[in-house]
């Protein structure tokens, strides 16, 4: 096993928990950084609830109290001291990963540095890092406790050393890696996206229903769920910031259809709201 001995994770929203989760079940001891003690609360219950589920399906080998007495959460950067592995996961704004990785670089100058973005530059993360050379794209999928796959991004000054690693450590987590150069939207958002964009342009146009659709995608091709839902899955609003990130590295193709842009500014978010293309 090569997973390091503690593990740090900025942000305890639904992906760093997930993330979190997985680290822990590993054996890592697990550093949580949440902005107040109301989120940092909040995040600890998430992962408890995560952990719980996985106990109740029989996929522990450890106690839940076992496993989440090496998890500690904690409302500044400092309490990262002592990790060689840190993951941001906030959301996708690229001056807040850029700050946010800073100030991790600052506490913890010889960590190795992972990103969770799933279609920002890692280059352009890296930009403003005192040693870009130890950051690395890991691009967890959600649910990330049930999900097999790490999208492993490298970035034009990411060391090999780095890449060889977080190879080891997907595979050690119990997951496949798959391997992209930096680009927009890597290899997973760039076609899951496209696929999605497609999918409410013929809704839009009255095609076909969502529901028709997506049974189209899981009968038809084998998709274990399909665009539509997979979207409300997501968040119609990480949707939409991704679709236009991509509209605007690579062209109107990627543009967002008028009815995604409308369930957004209607607070019809997907699952976590209760409705988006589907009522939950």
């Known amino acids: 096993m090569t997973l390091p001995a503690q593990v740090g994770v900025y942000g305890g929203g639904r992906m760093g928990a997930g993330i979190a989760h997985s680290f822990l079940i590993g054996g890592s001891k697990v550093v949580i950084v949440e902005s107040t003690a109301e989120t940092a609360a909040a995040a600890l219950e998430r992962v408890a609830a995560s952990l719980a589920q996985a106990d109740k399906r029989g996929g522990l080998s450890e106690t839940v109290a076992a496993i989440t007495a090496r998890l500690t959460v904690v409302t500044e950067s400092a ?147 399909g665009p539509l839902r997979t979207t409300d899955v997501v968040g119609l609003d990480v949707r939409l910031a991704i679709a236009e990130y991509l509209e605007s590295q690579l062209g109107p193709r990627f543009a967002p259809p008028q009815i995604l842009r409308d369930l957004v500014a209607e607070g019809h978010l997907g699952r976590k709201t209760g409705r988006g293309f589907y009522v939950w």
């Not at 034009?156 to 997951?175: C, F, I, N």
Request: proline residues 6%; glycine residues 8%; charged residues 20%.
């Open 79 to 225: 309490g990262l001291a002592g990790c060689s592995l840190v993951i941001e996961a906030v959301p996708e704004v690229l001056e807040l990963k850029r700050a946010v990785l800073r100030s991790v670089q600052e506490v913890v100058p010889d960590a190795w540095l992972g990103t969770n973005t799933s279609s920002l530059s890692l280059n352009g993360i890296a930009e403003s890092l005192s040693a870009p050379e130890r950051l690395i794209g890991l691009h967890f999928f959600n649910p990330v406790p049930a999900s097999s796959l790490i999208e492993i991004v490298v970035g034009a000054q990411t060391s090999p050393e780095l890449v060889a690693l977080a190879r080891d450590w997907t595979t050690d987590l119990g997951k496949t890696p798959i391997q992209v150069t930096d680009s927009p939207g890597f290899a997973s958002s760039r076609l899951g996206v496209g696929l999605a964009l497609e999918a409410m342009r013929m809704v839009e146009e009255g095609v076909a229903s969502a529901e028709d659709i997506d049974t189209a995608m899981t009968l038809g091709y084998k998709h274990p769920m």
